[in-house]
C-alpha cells in the first residue's frame, strides 16, 4: 500500500505558475502508474494529467495540454505537476493518486490510492 502526501498549491494570479509536488511513501514507487486529477466545487473529480511507471508515457487533459507537465523522479518517490500559464478555471483542489493496474487511465476510479489534496486558486 502506498501514501501520498501533496504540497505546492496556493493562490497565484492569472497567468502565473506553479508547481505541484507529490511525495509516496510505503510502497514500491515505481510500479505505480501515477495521475493527477483536480476538482473544483461543485463539480466531479476531473482528470489532469497521468504518467506511465518509467515516465516515458505521459497523458494530458485537453484543456491543460501545452500548459501542463507531469513529471516522476522514482529515486526520490515523487511526481510533479508543473503549472504555467495558469488560468481561473484551473481553480481547484489537485490530488495525486496511485494506479496498480496495468496501463495507465484517465478514470479516477482506476486508482487504488489518493492524496489529501492542495488547494490552487487562480486569481484574475
Known amino acids: 500500500q502506498v501514501h501520498v502526501v501533496e504540497s505546492g498549491g496556493g493562490l497565484v494570479q492569472a497567468g502565473g505558475s506553479l508547481r505541484l509536488s507529490c511525495a509516496a511513501s510505503?510502497?514500491?514507487?515505481?510500479?505505480?502508474?501515477m495521475g493527477w486529477f483536480r476538482q473544483a466545487p461543485g463539480k466531479e473529480r476531473e482528470f489532469v494529467a497521468a504518467i506511465s511507471r518509467s515516465g516515458g508515457a505521459r497523458h494530458y487533459a485537453d484543456s491543460v495540454k501545452g500548459r501542463f507537465t507531469i513529471s516522476r523522479d522514482n529515486a526520490k518517490n515523487t511526481i510533479y505537476l508543473q503549472m504555467n500559464s495558469l488560468k481561473r478555471e484551473d481553480t481547484a483542489v489537485y490530488y495525486c493518486?496511485?494506479?496498480?493496474?496495468?496501463?495507465?487511465?484517465?478514470?479516477?476510479?482506476?486508482?487504488?490510492?489518493w492524496g489529501q489534496g492542495t488547494q490552487v486558486t487562480v486569481s484574475s
Open positions: 510505503g510502497g514500491a514507487f515505481s510500479t505505480y502508474r
Open positions: 493518486s496511485a494506479r496498480n493496474g496495468i496501463l495507465t487511465s484517465t478514470d479516477p476510479g482506476d486508482y487504488d490510492y
